[in-house]
């Protein structure tokens, strides 16, 4: 996902961009660019421009596209972008620059307003090179800086550049963390944020800023987290903060004490627990520009409405952790679109023969893209003739190119090899995919389709209550269960496929065997398996089988197992029959996959802890299985 870099001071920033553009790597990204102001001209005088250089591909792309330029100037701002308006390509890359090409502005986030905004500068005669929603900004600020009309009345001229920000970000909805400079104030760079992180710093002999503390850390570990509306504007010589009224402000420093290692992993332990912890960001990155003027709006598809009309079979194919995200797929499309769906093992699905047509929409699920069995039933789909849609967190990856259209789950790179963020995006795709579908049957009002999107993204807010609230509970439950040989987890209706993914989580870091079953299954065999002290772990929440749930737990209970359950907050009965509790905020029926997976993945991971192991680097597993 999208990185910022800033710098001004006395020395050249050409490199210092380069490498904090790439401590910024690891988020993933499909372009990268710099804009550095050109050194004052003799006598001081300034030289009113900027060298913008950007282009699609790697950092290291752009570095030896550098290295034949002499770029003296001593403050820039720099960028790796990740595409969401806009393909990966050269033009879309950041920097972009106002119509005079003296003010550039670096961007993660995404402007809701974009083609509003872009409509009216185009009328007002702003010319512009991208398809991207942040070219939008430098447009709205040169007209901002130089007093031009903008249609609001607001008509004074500023000549100063935090003003005209200020200004121009009055008119931006959406998410923004942005960075700008302007070849009229030399060494001047201003900085603010809504929605997406950016932190500022001061180092020995220059002023700096990044969306991530990472691209900092050599310069400073004294550093300042802007909070929403809060602006600064960085000078060669120091810094200036300015809360969201536009006041001058004392900064709130915070001091780092991470090495590179911690850095790289935001201050916690491990990979997992912080892309675990990212999940609330997730959720709202995935939906974010979603709904557009009220309405579901997926371009990406690649199909009109009259055409999704005409599905009649949905097969998600797909492997491991991104199979249980489809086996929930399949109970929200055939719920809400009415569409008869199978969930298939990408392995299984391209060695029989499968019955498609036309009107068959396959769905291929995988983070990495480039999973071999999930390619190769793509493919082998694509000849007998069905529609393939895929959902990946990797930008241009495999599935991404040999699709018909693609949601990109804006997870960020996952780097711990067990799944977590990833799934929490798919979900939140696929449900998107289910309501899109829905709503195209005409199964569903555009009101029901707001509230049920309304209420998805409530759950950002319901899992961060989980991490307040639970890890008391959950190091408890972790703690009864790390010396057990096997666990059995169990679960009706959608809360089956959460169990699947929780004993998966559970097996591949902990080396504990694991099972999930229906729970209605357990008598048919594996209940044999119960006694005294034997964990199971039930997803009991509020839901039309909440009873039935119960019932089964009962005759866990009746031989002895230790019932670790997930339940509705407030449900005190559970108490009765669980050993231990752990709590998820009340939710529609169809959005628990977003919140009790959670407790489960933290579940696996304590008590991996406890049992001594990598929870990053499982033995045996690869982050991406390209062979078959
Ligand atoms: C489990 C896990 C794996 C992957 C599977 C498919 O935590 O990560 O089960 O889900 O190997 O990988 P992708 O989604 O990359 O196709």
């Given amino acids: 996902m999208c990185g910022i870099v800033g710098c001004t001071g006395s020395a050249p920033v050409k490199d210092v961009l380069i490498s904090g553009l790439k401590r910024l790597e690891y988020r993933g990204y499909d372009s990268a660019g710099i804009a550095v102001q050109k050194p004052a001209g003799p006598g001081g005088a300034p030289a009113p421009d900027l060298v913008v250089v950007h282009r699609v591909g790697k950092v290291a792309g752009l570095e030896s596209e550098l290295e034949h330029q002499s770029i003296p100037g001593t403050c820039g701002i720099g960028h790796t972008r990740w595409a969401t308006h806009g393909r990966p390509s050269t033009a879309n890359a950041h920097p972009h620059t106002s119509c005079a090409g003296d003010i550039a502005v670096v961007h993660n986030g995404i402007i809701e307003n974009f083609a509003e905004l872009r409509e009216e500068l185009i009328a007002r005669g702003h010319h512009f ?151 609330p960001r997730v959720v709202r990155d995935t939906l974010a520009g979603r709904m557009v003027g009220g309405e579901l709006t997926i371009d990406e598809l690649g199909l009109t409405p009259e055409e999704l009309n005409l599905i009649d079979r949905v097969y998600v194919i797909a492997c491991g952790t991104s199979y249980h995200a489809g086996l929930i797929a399949k109970n929200l499309i055939e719920r809400w679109a009415r569409i008869p769906t199978e969930v298939e093992a990408a392995s299984e699905f391209r060695y029989r023969n499968p019955i498609i047509t036309p009107s068959t929409l396959v769905v291929a699920v995988s983070q990495s893209g480039e999973t071999a069995d999930t390619l190769a039933a793509i493919r082998d789909a694509r000849i007998k003739g069905a529609k393939v849609f895929g959902i990946t967190n990797v930008i241009g990856s495999p599935v991404a190119r040999e699709s018909d259209g693609v949601i990109y789950t804006k997870a960020n790179k996952e780097i711990a090899v067990a799944s977590t963020k990833s799934f929490i995006g798919q979900v939140v795709s696929l449900s998107l995919l289910a309501l899109s579908l829905a709503q195209a049957k005409g199964r569903m009002t555009t009101g029901e389709v707001r509230m049920l999107f309304r209420e998805m993204g409530d759950t950002a807010e319901q899992i961060q209550w989980i991490f307040d609230t639970q890890e008391p509970a959950i190091e408890e439950a972790a703690a009864a269960m790390k010396d057990a040989h096997s666990a059995l987890f169990v679960g009706r209706g959608i809360a089956s496929a959460i169990c699947y993914e929780g004993a998966l989580k559970l097996k591949e870091i902990s080396y504990l065997h694991a099972e999930a079953y229906a729970a209605g299954e357990m008598k048919h065999g594996p209940i044999a398996l119960i006694d005294p002290g034997f964990p199971v772990i039930t997803v009991a929440t509020q839901s039309p089988v909440y009873d039935k749930t119960i019932s089964n737990l009962k005759e866990c209970e009746a031989r002895g197992a230790k019932i670790i359950a997930v339940a509705t907050e407030g449900d005190e009965d559970i108490k009765q029959i669980a050993d231990h509790v752990i709590y998820v905020p009340r939710v529609r029926d169809c959005f628990t996959p977003i919140t009790a997976t959670v407790p489960l993945q933290l579940l696996a991971r304590s008590v991996a802890l406890l049992r001594g192991c990598d929870v990053d680097q499982p033995r045996n597993l690869a982050k991406s299985v390209t062979v078959e």
């Fill in 129 to 279: 090179t991208s398809e991207t929603d942040t070219e939008v900004l430098p447009h709205l600020i040169e007209e901002a800086y130089e007093g031009a009309p903008d249609g609001t009345g607001a008509e004074e001229a500023t000549h100063d550049l935090l003003r005209a920000v200020r200004r121009a970000m009055r008119r931006v909805v959406g998410a923004y963390g942005i960075a700008v400079t302007c070849a009229q104030e030399p060494g001047v760079i201003v900085t603010t944020r809504k929605d997406s992180p950016i932190v500022v710093g001061r180092g020995a002999d220059a002023s700096y800023l990044a969306s991530d503390l990472i691209a900092l850390i050599d310069a400073t570990r004294d550093v300042v987290i802007l909070e929403d509306g809060e602006c600064a504007r960085l000078t060669p010589d120091g810094i200036t903060y300015y809360d969201a009224a536009g006041k001058a402000m004392e900064p709130r420093i915070t001091h780092v004490d991470w090495d590179l290692d911690m850095a790289e992993k935001g201050g916690y332990p491990d990979f997992m627990i912080k892309e675990i912890m990212e999940q």
